[in-house]
Structure formats: structure tokens, C-alpha cells
């Protein structure tokens, strides 16, 4: 079964930074298109990023072009989003997304 855990979350200031991880299991990891994907409070679930399998191409929503990046290590199973220049506007929950499957989220807070 595909398992994903996500971590990095966290307090932070206005113009702080936040790096994510999150770490599957269950397939073969390099084949296989990843995102991230967030949920505020009263919200949809909004997407934020995607990473081709050997992450050389990446997509990204309006709002984080600039100030959020997309990575992989296939080597570690595991894909990260540093996230800089976080706004108010940015809490949300976090979720990983991989093969249909989400893991459990984890919560950003900025405050301004």
C-alpha cells in the first residue's frame, strides 16, 4: 500500500520560511508525479506543486511562483517544498499527494 507521512510544519512569522517533507512508500518512487497540495480553514483543498518522477520539471499555482520550490530525492523516497516569503494567507493544512493517495497533512500557521 502507498504510505505517505508529511512533516515541517509549524509557527512562523510574516517573511518567514518552512520547509516540508514528505516521505511514501509503497512504489516505485521515480516513476511517478508528485504534489503538494494545501486546505485553509473553510476552504477547498488547493493545489501548490508538482514534481515529475525524476524532478526536472515542476508546476506551481500563481500565488507560490517565487516564493515556493518543489523538490525530490528518489535516493531518500522523499519530496520537499521550502516555502519562503510565507503570508498570512498561507495557513492552511499541508498534503502530500502521490498515486491517488494523500497523506495526513501538516498544519502551517503564519502570523502577521
Known amino acids: 500500500q502507498v504510505q505517505l507521512v508529511e512533516s515541517g510544519g509549524g509557527l512562523v512569522q510574516a517573511g518567514g520560511s518552512l520547509r516540508l517533507s514528505c516521505a511514501a512508500s509503497?512504489?516505485?518512487?521515480?516513476?511517478?508525479?508528485m504534489g503538494w497540495f494545501r486546505q485553509a480553514p473553510g476552504k477547498g483543498r488547493e493545489f501548490v506543486a508538482a514534481?515529475?518522477?525524476?524532478?526536472?520539471?515542476?508546476d506551481y499555482a500563481d500565488s507560490m511562483k517565487g516564493r515556493f520550490t518543489i523538490s525530490r530525492d528518489n535516493a531518500k523516497n522523499t519530496v520537499y517544498l521550502q516555502m519562503n516569503s510565507l503570508k498570512s494567507e498561507d495557513t492552511a493544512v499541508y498534503y502530500c499527494?502521490?498515486?491517488?493517495?494523500w497523506g495526513q497533512g501538516t498544519q502551517v500557521t503564519v502570523s502577521s
Open positions: 499527494y502521490w498515486l491517488g493517495n
Open positions: 509503497g512504489r516505485h518512487f521515480s516513476n511517478y508525479v
Open positions: 514534481i515529475n518522477g525524476k524532478g526536472d520539471s515542476t
